[in-house]
């Protein structure tokens, strides 16, 4: 397997996608296309649930983007705590909108994610709190 790095997406992308979770093109263990409906231990896996049942057409490209690049959206994943709450809480209507996205080879050095209740910011904003379990190499230093 070779060394893709790790890449993370993390912040508030003004977009709305509902439950929808984008489309794996392929992995390390399966190098041909992989369909999350097609197989089943990866589809419950990985799906989403989430309390924002909207979606908008920022959001499609935004799944669209995610399935060409083979990044998975992380909220609503039921590996952690408090997946699929609202990110965004207004008086006018609260929303998820602030994402972390990344690699599906991340997932595994992801140990929490979660969404923080008890900051007192001046933002509508909830912050997303997140914890990697990464190795360094240093014989390349």
């Known amino acids: ?3 893709e790095g ?5 912040g508030d992308f003004n977009v709305r996608i ?5 489309i794996i093109l392929s992995n ?32 499609t490209e935004l799944l669209k983007l995610c399935s060409s690049h083979d990044l998975i959206i992380c909220n ?9 709450q609202m ?3 207004h008086g006018l209507g609260s929303s998820v909108v602030d994402y972390v996205i990344s690699k599906i080879h991340v997932l595994s050095h992801i140990t929490n ?3 923080l209740n008890d900051f007192e910011l001046d ?10 379990n990464l190795v360094m190499n240093t014989s390349h230093m």
């Open 113 to 115: 994610f979660e969404l």
């Open 28 to 59: 390390h263990s399966n190098p041909d296309p992989l369909w999350l409906d097609e197989d089943d231990v990866i589809a419950t896996r990985l799906k989403r649930t989430s309390e924002d049942k909207t979606e908008n057409l920022f959001g």
């Open 18 to 22: 509902a439950t929808n979770q984008d």
């Open 6 to 10: 790790i890449i993370l997406f993390l």
């Open 87 to 89: 990110t965004y809480l």
């Open 76 to 84: 609503g994943i039921s590996k952690w705590p408090s997946f699929g």
């Open 1 to 3: 397997m070779r060394n």
């Open 123 to 132: 933002s509508d904003h909830r912050p997303l709190s997140l914890t990697l």
